[in-house]
């Protein structure tokens, strides 16, 4: 199956889900989709640089390297 295909598929999945909502509402999913369409959008490598510094730890880089590695003896059958 096409990409294309996949896409058509899920657009007409959703309309019939959205087809039973209001008139009100289904302007209101309108106003949003516009707005959503407005915006900049974020690449990868802005999703990636969101992230620098999130994780804090006490540990060096160091110590977490460390504490991940598998110090386990292999025991003799």
């Known amino acids: 199956m ?5 896409n058509i598929n899920l657009i007409e999945s959703y309309f019939k889900l959205l087809k039973k ?3 009100n509402h289904k302007l209101d999913l309108i106003a ?9 959008k974020t690449t ?6 969101s992230l620098y510094g999130s994780f ?3 540990q ?7 504490a991940r590695t598998f110090n386990r003896k292999r025991a003799s059958l």
């Open 32 to 40: 949003k989709l516009s707005e959503s369409m407005k915006t900049t």
């Open 21 to 23: 909502l209001s008139p």
């Open 2 to 6: 096409k990409p294309a295909d996949i």
């Open 56 to 58: 804090i730890s006490e």
């Open 44 to 49: 990868e490598n802005d999703l990636l640089q």
């Open 60 to 66: 060096s880089a160091d110590e977490l390297k460390k």
